[in-house]
């Protein structure tokens, strides 16, 4: 076999994958806000094949891989504390203004 | 690109010839070699060392219960160092609950978590429906975790909800059951079937082109003769010049060197984050035949039939491409060394 491919493509450094994925969603999520959803970069259609059976969320209950939205969350550093806490005050708006138009 | 799954295709041989196997497994190839014993273990041995893999040891063909013994070791072997063990079979042995409980208990005892059975309209012509529904049941009885896999084409009957109806009408409880539906990919024996099988639909809501593909790197595969393999997807048992998914041979080198190099190789990073149809784009095809609908089949055809011409475009433009291709930036407008140095691990 011929793995000529290995030496040819390596970047020739070490590098973080993490790294190199958040660096990419943050790359991805400057260009396209203005003419594509979160929602669409956020969603996955494969089965998370990977994990054990136990922690698979399944697609058709949710819509999304609740996983992916989790790794893509770590990747770029936003921590489940801070995306409660845009959840609470989305709801807060939700109520007040909610109560405003029925005043 | 961070590894999980290490998978064994313990064998490329299978009691069936399913018309869809991207495998092109048959009873044929039992007789040609399975996966070196040795190697199994130097690859469970090595992978203890890398925490990421600390998921799945997975046994796949092939049918790999007609290798009882490496089987057996391999399961043993991998429990024993704590991984999640799971199975891929067909369950031709489950033709009766009994026999399907007795067989699962004894590899349960030797510390498999987890069963994975393939049953769709391709596996109908081999296998009545109660194998499935007995291997469930006995698996269910063990409190294994269970996913039944069901390939489909344009007019399959044995869809998710099907199978989800059939389980339902045997009185089993669907809680903790996990029912994976894909669509035939065109690609080994599954190449002879007839385009008009293809659900357009389907297949273009299931596939996005735009979110890379998530197999790379991340699950790995070991084959019989001791190579590597970059994912576990259809393409990669392809009987043409496919060496681009080869990322090492364990008789030559340990796991880590194996992943550490392919974290380091451009097209790796370039298939995980875009996709091969975007690659495809990229060196100016125009993808009309529905077959690039398939992420599999891109990605076949772009490292065989492409394979030169993405040969001259990475090694001549290795640095651009993985700046303005993978981590999308300008190389002008960012410092080049701060961001060589925050990439490094």
């Known amino acids: 076999m011929n793995l000529k491919h290995l030496k040819a493509f390596d970047l020739g450094y070490q590098v973080d994958p993490t790294k190199v994925v958040k660096i990419h969603i943050l790359s991805r999520l400057d260009s396209k806000k203005k003419d594509e959803s979160l929602e669409s970069l956020f969603t996955i259609n494969q089965e998370a094949l990977a994990e054990p059976y136990g922690s698979q969320v399944s697609t058709d209950t949710v819509g999304y891989n609740v996983n992916y939205v989790v790794n893509i969350a770590a990747a770029v550093n936003i921590g489940l504390v801070d995306i409660a806490v845009v959840v609470i005050w989305v709801i807060i708006a939700i109520v007040v203004l909610g109560g405003g138009s029925e005043g | ?345």
């Not at chain 2, 393409?235 to 060197?257: H, R, S, W």
């Open chain 2, 1 to 345: 690109m961070i590894t999980k799954t290490l998978a064994f295709m313990v064998t490329y041989g299978c009691n069936f010839k399913c018309a869809h196997c991207s495998v092109s497994s048959e009873p044929k190839l039992l007789a040609k070699q399975a996966l070196f014993e040795k190697l199994m273990l130097k690859a469970i041995d090595e992978a203890y060392y890398i925490p990421s893999i600390k998921v799945i040891i997975l046994f796949t063909g092939g049918e790999p219960t007609l290798k009882p013994r490496l089987l057996k070791k391999g399961i043993k072997y991998a429990a024993e160092k704590g991984f999640i063990v799971r199975l891929v079979t067909n369950a031709w042995w489950a033709s009766s609950e009994e026999g399907a409980l007795e067989f699962l208990k004894e590899l349960q005892e030797l510390g498999l978590n987890e069963l994975n059975v393939s049953f769709d309209d391709f596996h109908k012509h081999f296998i009545k429906e109660s194998n499935m529904i007995y291997a469930v049941k006995a698996a269910l009885k063990l409190e294994m975790k269970v996913a039944i896999a069901t390939t489909i084409h344009k007019y399959s009957e044995m869809r998710k909800e099907h199978i989800r109806k059939m389980l339902s009408n045997n009185g089993i409880d669907l809680t903790n059951i996990y029912i994976l539906e894909d669509h035939f990919q065109p690609l080994g024996r599954a190449k002879n079937l007839s385009d008009s099988l293809i659900d357009e639909e389907y297949v273009s809501k299931r596939y996005r082109a735009d979110l890379g593909c998530k197999r790379i790197l991340e699950d790995i595969v070991v084959h019989p003769d001791g190579k590597v393999t970059v994912c576990c997807g259809h393409a990669i048992f392809e009987p043409e010049d496919v060496d681009y998914y080869i990322i090492g041979y364990l008789d030559k080198e340990d796991l880590e060197t194996i992943i550490k190099r392919a974290q380091r190789n451009v097209l790796y990073w370039w298939l995980y984050l875009k996709e091969p149809q975007a690659i495809l784009k990229y060196l100016g095809y125009g993808l009309k035949d529905k077959k690039f609908l398939f992420p599999c089949y891109s990605c076949f055809y772009l490292m065989s039939k492409c394979k030169n011409e993405l040969y001259d475009v990475l090694t001549k433009r290795k640095e651009t491409i993985f700046y303005e291709e993978i981590l999308q930036v300008k190389p002008e407008s960012k410092d080049i060394k701060e961001l060589l140095r925050s990439l490094s691990s």
